[in-house]
């Protein structure tokens, strides 16, 4: 009974902080009679119970164990003391919710806030994967976290994002399952949306460090919210604006996070890069939604609520998401500039296997290999880092110079 009350009241304060009403128009609405509504309806239960199950429980530091630990849920329209009455019947696990609770804790995510965004109103947009993974995701309704299915490969990096507080990979706030009657198994992730709600966009890119097929024509990248390729960003001249201490700590990251995917196995991974330009400021649909945004970390640098192992506090202090949630440009004296850069290593998710191997082996018939996306994980590593390493120019490149992957 107490679980009962403490989901309940989580659940009434998030109704009355709920202050976001108007949904982003990104993608399709997932309504009643929608193919994938049961979907929805169940990934958001699960999450709503789940998350609220592990917040109730007394704090403790975490333990090796935490994250192996995998925790089951049986829902059907009865209910019972563990789990509350559902419409549809179906089985939820819960994947180390204990380190993904403290892993939010450390970023000053609150379970209540948390719970808002996701499953207040039950409002999720679909939209379909732009890559080749076969996966799809849905935006919460206030645009802050996506939820996006994955396959059962998923690799455990929650101990590698606790070493490493600066990491560029995804920002992942939960793993789970669910079951289905007909046994259909789904795995997805929560993870943070990299481009903030509360900002214009000025221009956006997925990079990849391959030539082959990544270019967004000039007619698509005129369109809002068009994301450009690595071909758009050779040919306009771009690159990372950072002074020598941001460069450092990016360079220095950015060797690390794919060293990682190098062991893992993983490959066609890119770099999220969206830019917002100071001197134009927001327009009044990203002005709107400064509501929802979280505090700084400097202004809850002494959270009363954080309560787990404090190796999880060092997370808070990342460079990459410390000005405005992303990196301020800043000039070779490192004096601020004019631009916000939100970075992310997204698309971790793709193991290299035969069918990566046959599609490069075909595609290296008619073209370069060294251009093609789909080559074995230490090549890919590799020439994504020395792609990103020359995005910032001669002096990044004279950096990276004595490292090796």
Known sequence: MTHARDEKRTLRGSRRRSAV????PIGTQ?????????????????????????????????????????HKYSFDVVGDEMTPSSRYDFKFKDYAPWVFRCIREAF??????????????????EVGSSGKSGSFFYYSQDYRFIIKTVHHTEHNTTEFVRDHPNTLLSRIYGLHRIKLPQGRKVHFIVMSNILPPNKDIHAQFDLKGSMLGRELSAEAAAKPRACMKDKNWVKMGERLRLGPHKRREFVQQLIEDVTLLIRLNIMDYSLLVGIHDLTKGNSLQAARHDAITPEPADARAHHPRSRCSSMFRELRHSVFYREDGGILSTSERDEPAQ??????????????NMVKRTEHFVKSIVHDGREISAVNPRKYGLRFLRFMVNSLGQLGRRLAAARAV
């Open 21 to 24: 009403q108007a949904f982003i």
């Open 30 to 70: 997932i309504a009643p009679g929608h193919v994938n509504y049961v979907l929805m309806y169940n990934m958001l239960t699960g999450i709503r119970v789940s998350v609220s199950r592990c917040e109730s429980k007394d704090a403790r530091p975490v333990r090796p164990e935490d994250y192996m630990a995998a």
């Open 108 to 125: 000053h995510l609150s379970t209540e806030e948390y719970l808002v965004s996701l499953t207040d109103k039950y409002i999720l947009s």
């Open 339 to 352: 631009l916000i850069y939100y970075l992310g290593v997204i698309d971790i998710l793709t193991p290299y």
